[in-house]
C-alpha cells in the first residue's frame, strides 16, 4: 500500500482508508523522522522513520499489552532492545532483522 501524497513535508498527519494513522514529520512526501503510527486493530508505533519505514529508536505496542523498545531497521527490530511483557516483567536481548538473536 504506497502512500500518495502530495507535498508533504514538515509536521502533518495522513490517515488511510483502513483507518490507520501516521501523525509525525515527512520529508519529500515520506514519513521521515519522529512520529507515531496507530493501526485500526490498537497496534502503535511511537518513534523515528526514515523513508516511510520504522527505522532508528522506538517503541511498539501489540494489540495484547507487550511492546518493544529499542532498534529498529527497515520496518524491524534491529540491534539492543526491551521487550515488555503485558504484566509489566522487562527482558533486554538484541534483535537482528526482528529476531530476537540474544
Known sequence: SEMCIRDRHGDGQYVWNDKRMYVGQFKNNKMEGSGKFIWADG?????????????????????DG?????????????GIGNFYESSGTMR???WEN?????
Open 98 to 102: 526482528g529476531v530476537k538473536v540474544e
Open 43 to 63: 497496534r502503535k508505533y511511537y518513534g523515528d522513520f526514515k523513508n516511510n519505514l520504522k527505522e532508528g529508536q522506538g517503541r511498539f505496542y501489540w494489540e
Open 66 to 78: 507487550t511492546s518493544y523498545e529499542g532498534g529498529w531497521l527497515n520496518n524491524q527490530q534491529h
Open 92 to 94: 533486554v536481548g538484541r
